[in-house]
């Protein structure tokens, strides 16, 4: 995504009134002070504990090169902690302009204002696809909403999520806190179908494999000469992927490698522990 344009920055700014030049968060809270419970858009405002917003942003290994989006930002805390405690660049999104504007605030009164920006707007509207970790705190239904927004997002990508779930996309790691649960998620690569493994350089080794893939969760087999063999062992973490199989002579082979959309750079390691550099391609 487009992180800010200038433009629609000073606009949404000046949207947000002069509450933004507010020095300390009892002068943001002065004219707008939100209720634990009140009604919003699609979810009632509770915030999340401190210590849950710290484990959620080191579950999904938040540093400075990160661009954290959080949907449904509320008063702004998750973003301004990931710009205050993890030195990462933050975006808030909030359907409720007073809560936006109060935002806002509370970002320049906790001085991160270069790093961190509360905007007023749709999290099904607004496009966050340059997100490196995406936050929320929603319900089991917007989650689900989001989820093919999720999917299609870069691989490696760390979503987290206080409380709620994404249906059967089993979450990468759970954390539980004073009887609250936090869940991550990585973007996993789309990897399913018919790869041609050849080795690098013109060498003779060469295979196929037939990956399946739910989520994360990948299966499948590989034809190495006159042999058919299951994968074993085989995961796959945003676009990193692995597994293990047994060769047309019946030495184990562990293969590691990185996906780019149709193709798979990897090492194959075989029974003398000897490399060989492969790629694969699909179709």
């Given amino acids: 995504m487009r992180f800010v344009q200038p433009l629609i920055v000073c606009a949404a700014l000046l949207a947000l009134g002069s509450a933004v030049d507010a020095r300390t968060r009892a002068e943001c809270e002065r004219d707008y002070k939100p209720q634990v419970g009140q009604a919003g858009k699609d979810v009632i405002w509770v915030p999340t504990p401190d210590e849950l917003v710290t484990k959620m942003l080191t579950m999904a290994k938040v540093t400075p090169r990160d661009f954290v989006v959080d949907l449904g930002a509320g008063d702004g805390k998750i ?16 359907y409720n302009p007073d809560m936006a ?11 991160v204002g270069s790093k961190v920006k509360i905007i007023q707007g749709d999290i099904f509207k607004e496009d966050f696809s340059k997100a490196t970790v995406v936050t929320m705190y929603l319900l089991p239904e917007l989650n689900l909403r989001l989820r093919p927004m999720l999917l299609d997002m870069k691989p490696g990508t760390r979503v987290t999520s206080h409380q709620f779930t994404m249906g059967d ?19 996993p690569a789309q990897v399913a179908g018919s790869w041609n493994f050849r080795e690098n350089g013109g060498g003779k080794t060469g295979f196929t494999v037939s990956l399946a893939q739910k989520f994360q969760r990948i299966s499948g087999e590989v034809s190495m000469g006159s042999s058919r063999n299951p994968l074993v062992g ?36 075989g029974p003398d522990d000897a490399e060989i550099k492969v790629s694969g391609k699909r179709g």
């Fill in 234 to 269: 085989a995961t796959l973490r945003g676009g990193e992927i692995k597994f293990a199989f047994n060769d047309d002579k019946g030495h184990t082979r562990t293969l590691t490698g990185t996906v780019r959309d149709n193709e798979i750079m990897g090492t194959l390691r």
């Fill in 169 to 187: 996309w089993e979450a990468d790691e759970t954390a539980d806190f004073e009887h609250r649960s936090a869940y991550l998620w990585i973007i």
């Fill in 79 to 94: 973003a301004i902690a990931a710009g205050k405690h993890f030195g990462a660049t933050a975006l808030g999104i909030e």
């Fill in 101 to 111: 504007r109060l935002a806002q605030c509370l970002v320049q009164a906790e001085g």
